[in-house]
């Protein structure tokens, strides 16, 4: 009789003995660790080589996924789980089970971190050129508890970030509100904010224009 350490089973057959080996799941792509947003669709793939074709079964914290939950959906076929239109409740560890009874099954994990969208809470406005007005643009946005000491917020002018420390008529504070003083031609332009977190990017923009040559 002939085996495999995968898996075999013996049948009788008129000239002998048939023996059927079936090959354990390998995992060949794994899920990835995810940060995403409230609101997005987020996809965990499980890909495995295995004969016969293997059963998935997916984890959430150690609970089996509730699919009577409509936005969570396996693809049976490749073990693919999509989270619909993700929430804060949906942040867990995930585990993907491949089995199909010949051997170990494979598995794997990773952990998917739902984060609050950055939310604009005052934005700048253009505003037409006067020679010698100071002009204030402010740059606030609300970003989740949990990240907003990795924010980044950068200050640019018509493409080229600003070096506010080494300007004589720029001041940035510390809610990240531009002041230009007393503004000459040179300050004619568009400004734009960029606020980055691990999570998204929130952009906004608004220039200082000669009459007629409103951009915002």
Known sequence: MASTSQGSFDSDTDS???????????????????????GTDVLLFCT????????????????RVDYNNLRYQLD?????????????????KYVCQADNGYGKPAIASAFV???????VLDRPESQPFVAGQNYT???????????????NVTWLKDGV??????????????????????????DVG????????????VRMVASIYKSGKRKF
Not at 161 to 186: F, K, M, Q, R
Not at 190 to 201: A, H, K, N, Q
């Open 16 to 38: 002998g003995t048939l023996t059927v080996t079936g090959i354990s799941p390998k995992m060949r792509v794994s899920p990835q660790p995810q940060k995403v947003t409230i």
């Open 48 to 63: 495995v080589e295995s004969d016969p074709p293997a059963d998935f079964i997916w984890f959430k914290n150690g609970s």
């Open 76 to 92: 049976e076929s490749t073990g693919t789980l999509t989270l619909k239109n993700a929430q804060s409740e949906d942040s867990a």
């Open 113 to 119: 971190d739902i984060r609050e969208a950055s939310e």
């Open 137 to 151: 643009f402010p740059c606030a946005v609300k970003v989740d508890e949990r990240i907003k000491d990795s924010v």
């Open 161 to 186: 970030p600003l070096a506010v420390d080494l300007a004589d008529n720029l001041e940035l504070d510390s809610e990240h509100t531009l002041t230009v003083w007393g503004a000459g031609d040179e």
């Open 190 to 201: 568009e400004y734009l904010c960029r606020v980055r977190t691990d999570v998204d990017e």
